[in-house]
């Protein structure tokens, strides 16, 4: 697809998983490959904006251009994007955040003992929801991975988070989605829909960002 022309304009995204640290030796984490925010990182600067990606722990690199803020933990990527959502024209959380992390890190290795051993968790910070909920926030995107109810879900993220897009797909369909090459996204927003169909997630990037950017000029030139 025709990629929009972002000059001038600043993006920031978040990818990739956290890792939350119960140890110096042990984290707790998800399988997300951060391929989603990598391709959307990756036409974003094809359609000349400045991008700024916030990672979690990938194995993947990034175009020359392109600033990279490697992360590890939630706490550590939500302080990253605050620092930088001041100078952002559009900010798209496509980062598997770790719903909770372990209410204390030990300082020594925890040793084995007991048959059975039981941790306690806090909830993370909602880095999306603070963004869009900013007194001047960014055009703000979200994903919403759903292995049921998956419009009505994404919706209510919608509603709920106060943002201006969300981008669902159904991960209960195979070969899609979590670790996969390939996506398929409903994207809402306030007052319109599209249906992405299964695709290489570099050329779903770029008709999602086409998306993204036909709203946000409608947002921002009224
Ligand atoms: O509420 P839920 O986790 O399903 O929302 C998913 C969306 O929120 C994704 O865009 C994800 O990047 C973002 N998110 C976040 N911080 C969290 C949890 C989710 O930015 N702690």
Redesign the pocket.
């Known amino acids: 697809p025709a990629l929009p022309d972002l000059s001038g304009k600043t993006i920031l995204i ?1 990818a990739g998983p956290t890792q939350e640290a119960l140890d110096p030796v042990r984290y707790l984490s998800n399988h997300s490959s951060g391929k989603m925010g990598y391709a959307l990182a990756q036409v974003a600067a094809q359609a000349n904006a400045k991008v700024i990606l916030v990672s979690g722990p990938t194995n993947l690199g990034v175009a020359p251009g392109i600033t990279k803020i490697p992360v590890t933990s ?1 706490a550590q990527m939500l302080s990253e994007v605050m620092q930088q959502v001041q100078q952002c024209d559009i900010f798209i ?7 909770y992390r372990p209410a204390t890190v030990a300082d020594n290795k925890i040793k084995k003992k007991d048959d059975e051993l039981t941790l306690t968790f806090v909830k ?6 603070q963004v869009a909920n900013l007194p001047t926030p960014p055009f703000t995107v ?5 292995s049921q109810n998956v419009e009505h ?1 994404a919706r209510s ?1 919608l509603n709920l ?1 106060k943002l201006d897009m969300i981008a669902a797909n159904n991960i209960a369909t195979a070969g899609l989605g979590f670790n996969s090459d390939h996506n398929a996204l409903h994207v809402i927003w306030r007052d319109g829909e599209h249906h992405l169909p299964p695709q290489p997630k570099v050329q779903l990037a770029a008709e999602l960002l086409s998306l993204v950017a036909t709203q946000f000029n409608k947002k921002t030139s009224n």
């Open positions: 978040t939630a959380a496509t980062a598997a955040v770790a719903d993370n910070p909602d880095i999306l929801k979200g994903f919403a991975a759903e879900y993220k988070k």
